[in-house]
């Protein structure tokens, strides 16, 4: 019984040290940039709620504003706060190019985000388009080389890797902590098997023209995960998408226990009620054995611990818990600029053992998410009803 546990571990130990060896080929691939100029209109759906949102948005100004790069801020008629933020910046900011777009609330049945989009893409007066949600950073000098591979006849659609930035609570630095001890083991070794599927819904660029040709994002309006629906239009006309090397920053601010569990089912959700019943079989299989799986392998040394405790067991479940801080801690400061304090490293462990519990829970739950305040019912066909706007609490 305990050889087999060994050999278990042993397999799971060389996936790992496998996916790590992955991203290092990955960066080091991609190590060589050109100078690029492109022009492109950067579409943002703002809304208010997050303390950081000022910051993130004028850190953008400060990184990327260019002669030939627009910022198209895309906010609603009744969100006052989130006028008055980017009403400042654009008075502070003079030099750059900058538009305030506001809309009316968009009919019940419509994305809210998506219907921002449909009237940036109109407003956007570049070659190339880049959708960046509010609380993402860009870094500097490196949106020319993610926008270059469209270039390339058969790449559709270009986009970053996320790693989060805001420790200024628990709550915050256990979110923090989930995506910077998954996102690059995720995202960066998937591609060495098949293309990507999906994108980063965070940040990504494609051609106006050609987002248009293909129907746009009013073809796709009624979708809830919009990163997907967008993914599987371009996919579905014989586009395909590229995972490049730009890692990018995201600030949220995560306000107590009950915003934190809402953030994660969210997320979760979304896997649940599209990406995960939309792809084909041997793609779902793929998917579940290279990321899902492994998620499960720290409960599972957890409860064997707790079933049959010694010394053995002990040890197992140190050495993993172990492996895979060394492993976080190393990734962290090759690639995101240890963007997680020291401290709150600490957290890393308490990710690997109890978020596939939520996520386990999230799967025999119901499928109602709260978006910033939108209460919304995700139904199978991926689309959604509105149970409450944020305005009508």
């Known amino acids: 019984m305990n050889l087999w546990i060994i050999i278990f571990i042993v397999i799971v130990a060389a996936e790992r040290l496998a996916k790590v060896i992955a991203i290092e080929y990955f960066f080091y691939k991609h190590r060589n940039t050109t100078d690029t100029c492109v022009n492109i209109s950067i579409l943002q759906p703002i809304l208010s709620g997050d303390p950081t949102l000022s910051d993130c948005l004028e850190q953008n ?109 628990l709550w915050s630095s256990l979110v923090s902590c989930f995506v910077n001890s998954n996102s690059l083991l995720t995202y960066v070794p998937y ?40 993914a599987n239009l371009f996919l579905n006309n014989n586009k395909k998408l590229m995972q490049t090397p730009l890692l990018h920053g995201i600030s949220t601010q995560v306000n107590g226990c009950v915003h934190y569990h809402k953030l994660i089912s969210r997320w979760m959700i979304f896997i649940k009620e599209t990406l995960a019943k939309d792809l084909k ?40 818990a172990l492996y895979c801080y060394s492993i976080f801690m190393y990734l962290s400061r090759r690639f995101l600029n240890s ?14 053992f109890v978020v596939p519990f939520q996520f386990t829970l999230t799967l025999i739950s119901g499928n109602t998410i709260n978006w910033r305040g939108h209460v919304m019912r995700v139904k199978k066909s991926g689309q959604f009803e509105f149970v409450k706007r944020r305005e009508e609490e």
């Open 61 to 169: 100004i400060i990184n990327i504003a260019r002669e030939n790069i627009e910022f198209v801020w895309l906010v609603d008629d009744n969100d006052p706060t989130a006028q008055q933020i980017c009403g400042v910046l654009k008075d502070k900011h003079p030099k750059a190019d900058i538009h305030i777009v506001s809309q009316p609330a968009p009919p019940r049945d419509v994305n809210p985000k998506t219907f921002k989009l449909i009237k940036g893409v109109e407003v956007a007066k570049h070659e190339f388009i880049a959708v960046l949600d509010d609380d993402t950073i860009l870094p500097t000098n490196q949106l020319q080389n993610c926008a270059r591979h469209l270039n390339k006849q058969d790449i559709g659609m270009c986009f970053g890797l996320p790693y989060y930035l805001n420790h200024s609570n």
């Open 339 to 352: 963007s997680t304090p020291l401290l709150h490293t600490l957290l890393q462990p308490f990710i690997l």
């Open 191 to 230: 591609t060495f098997l098949i293309d990507p599927i999906t994108v980063n819904g965070m940040f990504y660029v494609v051609n106006k023209q050609e987002l248009q040709s293909f129907g746009g994002f009013a073809s796709i309006k009624n979708q809830l995960c919009d990163d997907f629906a967008v």
């Open 281 to 320: 079989l041997p793609t779902r299989i793929l998917f579940f054995l290279v990321i899902m799986l492994p998620s499960f392998v720290g409960p599972s040394l957890l409860i064997y611990a707790c079933i049959q405790p010694g010394m053995f067991s002990g040890g197992l479940l140190a050495g993993y």
